[in-house]
């Protein structure tokens, strides 16, 4: 291999791929902060460093081509949160991954190739949070009722009692509406961001549109629906999604009547 090429390799694999699962959470209603820890992810994709020597607003810009104005903005956000020092005119970016690989959440499907394309993907990493949140209910629900162990069974059950909403698991989606809400930010970014995450392949989406005929409807208005047009009756659902790499127990995927069955089946 071309010396070159094994150089590319290294500064690949150095390249920062995670982000901590404590930064990530506190990205939720806080653009300002999720914004901030796009340039860091910015610089060390450019720089593949940490550091700036001799570190001015300009050299920034020079580097990562961001105007110094929206340098300064974000530079101040991160020393707010202790992100971001200055030594002896060297400019220091803590560390946003941790250690262990558990507290990380993998940024496998990111876009690097702007600054914009890098808050889209930070963006698109919070609506994969909030889905893995529902899958985490639902898996316990799943356990607490098909699982033949004991330990899970118990496990499981710890967690109903502390995380869900009720005695039973019911899918009803995500909404547009929800999102924007605890993204802080508007319906039609919203829209925008599901868009560029499923583009991206950090998740997939499942539409819930049902149409039923009514002829002559002439858009009256009917309970149960959404809306009405001449001859059809429209009932839309929050979409469902599925996070790229989820999974849930296999009794998820199988009939009702044969769950406990399978379960014992694949518990000897």
Known sequence: MHLSSVWSLLFKENMIRNLRNSIAIKMFGDKKFLKAIAFVLLYHEVTNSNICKDYSVSKLSNLTGVHASTIKNRLQTLKNRNLAK??????VFTSITSKHRERNKKLDNFSFKSLIEIEKSLFALLVCILQERKDFIH???LDAKYSVDYK???????RIRKYAKGKKFSEKGISYKKIAKRLGISIKSAFEYVKFAVEKGFLSKITHFKAVFYRN???YPMEGYTFTTRNYAYRVGANTYVVAGASLPYYKYINKEDKKI???????
């Open 217 to 219: 409807i002439n858009y």
């Open 86 to 91: 200055i030594e002896k005119g060297t400019l």
């Open 152 to 158: 899970t069974i118990k496990r499981a059950k710890a």
């Open 262 to 268: 399978f379960a014992r089946r694949f518990a000897k």
């Open 139 to 141: 898996r316990a629900f």
